[in-house]
T-cell receptor, first 113, second 116 residues
Framework: GAGVSQTPSNKVTEKGKYVELRCDPISGHTALYWYRQSLGQGPEFLIYFQGTGAADDSGLPNDRFFAVRPEGSVSTLKIQRTERGDSAVYLC???????????FGEGSRLTVL | AQSVAQPEDQVNVAEGNPLTVKCTYSVSGNPYLFWYVQYPNRGLQFLLKYITGDNLVKGSYGFEAEFNKSQTSFHLKKPSALVSDSALYFCAVRDRLSGGYNKLIFGAGTRLAVHP
C-alpha cells in the first residue's frame, strides 16, 4: 500500500482479555517501530524491529506486551490480560533503513473497559 | 535524563501572522531534533529535522525551525500562518543511546489554532 496500515482502527475490550494489533508497513521498509500515545501525551517508544528481529524492546511496559514480525514485514503487537491503563492509541511507524524518516500509520485506538 | 519540553499546550494565531511553537530539550552532547505534525484522524507526519550544520532548518509546508544550542531550543516557525496549519505539533529528540535508529523521545505536543 501507499502508507503504513494499522488494523483495527478501534478496539474496545474488557479488562483481562487478549488483544492483537496489526501493522502493515510500507513495502520495502526494513525498520518498524511501535509507539504508544496516551491521552494528552506525546508518543512513547515501545519496540523497534530491524528485519525480523526485535533490536530494542526496552519500551515495552511489562511482560504482558509482546510483538512479532516473523517475515520482516507485517508486525503484530500482542497484549495479554489487558488492564484499563493499557487504553491508548498504538502507533506503528516504518522507515527505509535504520536512520530513515519515520512514516506513521493512523494508529489503533485501544479502549479497555 | 533526556527530555523534550513543549511549554505551551495551545498556541493561537491569526491567519497571515507569523507563528512560533516552542520546544526545549535536555540531552547531553549533540542532539538530533525533529518536528512532527498530527492532523485530526491522520498519522503523525514528519516536518523537519536537525542533525548538524546550518542552525536554520527548512521543512515541509513552509515551516522552519531554529536550533539554538546555548538556549537548548528548537522552536518551530512559519512566516505566515494558514488556517490549514491548525493541528497538533510534536517536538522530538533521538535517544542518544539508540545507536542511530529512530528511538524518539517526544514532547507532550502543542495544539496550534489558526483563526481566519
Amino acid at each position: 500500500g501507499a502508507g503504513v496500515s494499522q488494523t483495527p482502527s478501534n478496539k474496545v475490550t474488557e479488562k483481562g482479555k487478549y488483544v492483537e494489533l496489526r501493522c502493515d508497513p510500507i513495502s520495502g521498509h526494513t525498520a518498524l517501530y511501535w509507539y504508544r500515545q496516551s491521552l494528552g501525551q506525546g508518543p512513547e517508544f515501545l519496540i523497534y524491529f530491524q528485519g525480523t528481529g526485535a533490536a530494542d524492546d526496552s519500551g515495552l511496559p511489562n511482560d504482558r506486551f509482546f510483538a512479532v514480525r516473523p517475515e520482516g514485514s507485517v508486525s503484530t503487537l500482542k497484549i495479554q490480560r489487558t488492564e484499563r491503563g493499557d487504553s491508548a492509541v498504538y502507533l506503528c511507524a516504518s522507515s527505509e533503513g535504520v536512520t530513515g524518516e519515520l512514516f506513521f500509520g493512523e494508529g489503533s485506538r485501544l479502549t479497555v473497559l | 535524563a533526556q527530555s523534550v519540553a513543549q511549554p505551551e499546550d495551545q498556541v493561537n494565531v491569526a491567519e497571515g501572522n507569523p507563528l512560533t511553537v516552542k520546544c526545549t530539550y535536555s540531552v547531553s552532547g549533540n542532539p538530533y531534533l525533529f518536528w512532527y505534525v498530527q492532523y485530526p484522524n491522520r498519522g503523525l507526519q514528519f516536518l523537519l529535522k536537525y542533525i548538524t550544520g546550518d542552525n536554520l532548518v527548512k521543512g515541509s509546508y513552509g515551516f522552519e525551525a531554529e536550533f539554538n544550542k546555548s538556549q537548548t531550543s528548537f522552536h518551530l516557525k512559519k512566516p505566515s500562518a494558514l488556517v490549514s496549519d491548525s493541528a497538533l505539533y510534536f517536538c522530538a529528540v533521538r535517544d542518544r543511546l539508540s545507536g542511530g535508529y529512530n528511538k524518539l523521545i517526544f514532547g507532550a505536543g502543542t495544539r496550534l489554532a489558526v483563526h481566519p
